[in-house]
């Protein structure tokens, strides 16, 4: 956050202390105004369970207007993940809750692909979501495991957090460098139940840890960060792959046992034990929403993946294992000649691929496999 910014902060309820906090340190830091925006699953949960059915994609326009507005004024966002309702909408209709994607808006990934906010989301523990972690521990005793977690992957644990961060950014930033440099045709997925080849573009680099605004503005958008990631050729996957975690999606719905089928870079078939009549419906949301945009490598020397704990948190579980995203892509990581290729969405739902017994594959122009990333160890 810089001096005399507005800072905005995305909260629910469970979170206000954190919120608080943040809102309280921005004011002694010179935020010229913190603005707070609340969602709240308990009325979104009426809406799938009541509304009429021709009402349930209706967005009000002024939801899509303040968010580009917040990158017109190049404010900081500020949002914070964890369960508050694991599986509030299990009992409901899962084709009216996949329809509605609130609280997610497109202008998000706007004001994102723009670079007009400097913008970050962090880990905020709730007894609701300790408790879907370690479910057989006392709430209270849940609780502050989850919280040393946090605090763990977090790096808050460090001598000087913030020069902890610089550090691991720059090892993450020279393997992008790497990466970007063998300038491969595709990478390949392959262990149990996947074999996986997703296509790259040729101007396409890979980056991680850190964006910087239009304005020059350095921040960590996720904290924590230990991926590094491309934008794909939408048109170009292949095979089949097996999610190596749970996905929770943002209404709470839980995915498990994830496989999808992909040809001609399209989601042929999505199967899951459970959420996956949700998951499809999201998937026909757009023309987009079947593809990937988003490609992402993490290897075995960051936090979360050591821990060897299943956080039920995309923002924690992406960051332990390599993973993909289906719908909108980062038009910034490839030429300007070629952001018309990029795969666009309303969406933007990663998913886990990786672990230990995934082995990454680098193909080149010749068809030459090149290892990438074996047991979690970079090879490149």
Not at 172 to 189: D, I, K, M, W
Not at 298 to 314: E, H, P, Q
Not at 356 to 363: F, H, I, R, Y
């Amino acid at each position: 956050m810089q001096q005399g910014q507005i800072v905005s902060l995305g909260g629910e309820p469970g979170k206000e202390r954190m919120i608080r906090a943040v809102a309280e340190s921005a004011y002694r830091h010179g935020a010229r105004f913190v603005d707070l925006s609340w969602f709240d699953p308990w009325v979104k949960r009426a809406r799938v369970q009541y509304a009429l059915d021709d009402t349930i994609e209706f967005v009000p326009s002024w939801y899509g207007e303040r968010m580009l507005e917040l990158g017109r004024q190049r404010c900081a966002r500020i949002g914070f993940s964890g369960a508050v309702a694991p599986g509030l909408l299990d009992d409901l209709d899962p084709v009216r809750a996949g329809r509605d994607r609130l609280p997610g808006l497109r202008e998000s990934g706007t004001v994102i692909n723009e670079r007009t906010t400097n913008w970050t989301i962090a880990p905020c523990p709730t007894p609701e979501w300790a408790g879907l972690v370690w479910p057989d521990l006392e709430p209270d005793a849940a609780l502050s495991q989850l919280w040393d977690h946090v605090a763990h992957v977090c790096r808050l644990d460090a001598d000087d957090p913030a020069e902890a961060w610089r550090a691991r950014a720059e090892t993450l930033t020279t393997a992008a460098q790497r990466l970007s440099e063998r300038h491969f045709e595709a990478v390949r997925f392959l262990g149990p139940g996947t074999d996986l080849t997703v296509g790259l573009l040729p101007s396409g680099e890979w980056q991680a840890a850190h964006f910087s605004t239009v304005d020059g503005i350095r921040h960590f958008p996720n904290i924590p960060s230990e991926e590094v990631f491309s934008s794909p050729d939408p048109r170009r996957t292949e095979g089949v792959v097996r999610s190596t975690k749970p996905l929770v999606l943002t209404d709470g719905t839980i995915v498990r046992d994830l496989e999808i089928s992909f040809s001609g870079g399209r989601a042929e078939t999505i199967e899951a034990s459970s959420g996956a009549e949700t998951l499809r419906t999201i998937c026909t949301r757009d023309e987009g929403a079947a593809r990937l945009g988003e490609v992402a490598l993490v290897d075995g020397d960051g936090r979360i993946g050591a821990l060897d704990t299943v956080f039920y948190d995309t923002l924690l579980d992406e960051n332990a294992a390599s993973h993909v995203a289906l719908g909108s892509a980062f038009p910034f990581l490839v030429d300007e000649s070629e952001q018309a290729l990029l795969n666009d969405s309303d969406i933007h739902v990663d998913f886990m691929i990786g672990s230990e017994a995934v082995e990454v594959l680098g193909v080149t122009g010749g068809g030459e496999q090149v290892p990438v990333l074996r047991a979690g160890a970079w090879q490149i």
